[in-house]
């Protein structure tokens, strides 16, 4: 991966000087997991124990995922999950002993009875499901802990948006700006050689939100292209409330896009692999930047704005900040 190259100059909301950013790759940080505590629900009924404790035996001991059925026994009652049976080697990772074909049926009609919290509830989630419905629920779960947007590094770290505010700052040492008009120039001395992830990130802060701006080159297909789009940090349903457009020209001509921002809640990858953004071919980068066409020199400017809706239903943008 070749970063070292690439440059990006960065002006907000008008600003006069250009404030000029390296763009080498940050080591990858330390990972770290921004997660919700146990909770305690619930008291004895009718002599089982509390529904956190019942929650414990559900607990695969392997993977430590919740088991779902079937559920398998060894001889001597310890229990996992069928995914972690063939793991196994068909041995009880408790007792060593050979597990054969039991099924737990006792733990499954248990299982079936329960009725838990989101495992979000900490978050803020206050659904309550029965215990076969709440993973699927979780898995869409609108107080679940996003995912950081960083794409140089394969980055574990979640939380809220907050929380990863602070850690793209601090932890990847992502540039940040106020305002919602952007104005950048990148750089690159040897055009010719491109390589997938040579990227840059910066993050916007604007109406309240944060916006995550991507630049990058990479291989589609055989042909090499540079691509710029933003992502929003929410979820989907609140990106639909914004709008942004995306600008790059020179010598009298000029590429344009506009579109909504993606949620965060889509990966980095899939947004670039969907082309959802403004894509430039490497020719019509180096028209773009004039000259000997050896070195890169591309402006890519745009604004965020907010969809209102008039009083006839009819959406209008809103550029005030």
Known sequence: MDNENIECVSISDGMEDEEEVNSSLT????????????????????GLPPATSVHELLECPVCTNSMYPPIHQCHNGHTLCSTCKT?????????????????????EKVAESLELPCRY????????????SKLKHEAACNFRPYSCPYAGSECSVTGDIPFLVTHLRDD????????????????????????????MLTVFHCFGQYF???FEAFQLGMAPVYMAFLRFMGDEEDARNYSY????????????????????????RKVRD????????????????????????????????????????????????
Request: proline fraction near 4%; charged fraction near 20%.
């Open 27 to 46: 080591p990858q940080m330390t990972h770290q997991q921004f997660s919700s505590k146990n909770i305690n629900v619930g008291n004895n009924i009718n």
């Open 87 to 107: 793991r196994v080697h068909n041995r009880c990772p408790t007792c060593r002993q050979e597990l054969g074909d039991i099924r737990c049926l006792a733990l």
């Open 121 to 132: 509830f900490s978050l803020g989630c206050p659904e309550i499901f029965p215990y076969y």
């Open 172 to 199: 990847h040492k992502v540039d940040m700006h106020t305002g919602y008009t952007f104005n950048h120039r990148y750089v690159k001395s040897n055009p010719r050689e491109v390589e997938n992830a040579t990227w």
């Open 212 to 214: 995550c701006l991507h």
């Open 245 to 268: 457009s995306l600008e790059v020209g020179a010598n009298g001509r000029k590429l344009t896009w506009e579109g909504t921002p993606r949620s965060i809640r889509d990966s980095h």
């Open 274 to 321: 969907s082309h959802d953004g403004l894509i430039i071919q490497r020719n019509m980068a180096l028209f773009f930047s004039g000259g000997d066409r050896k070195e890169l020199k591309l402006r890519v400017t745009g604004k965020i704005w907010k969809e209102q809706n008039s009083e006839g239903g009819v959406c209008i943008p809103n550029l005030c900040s």
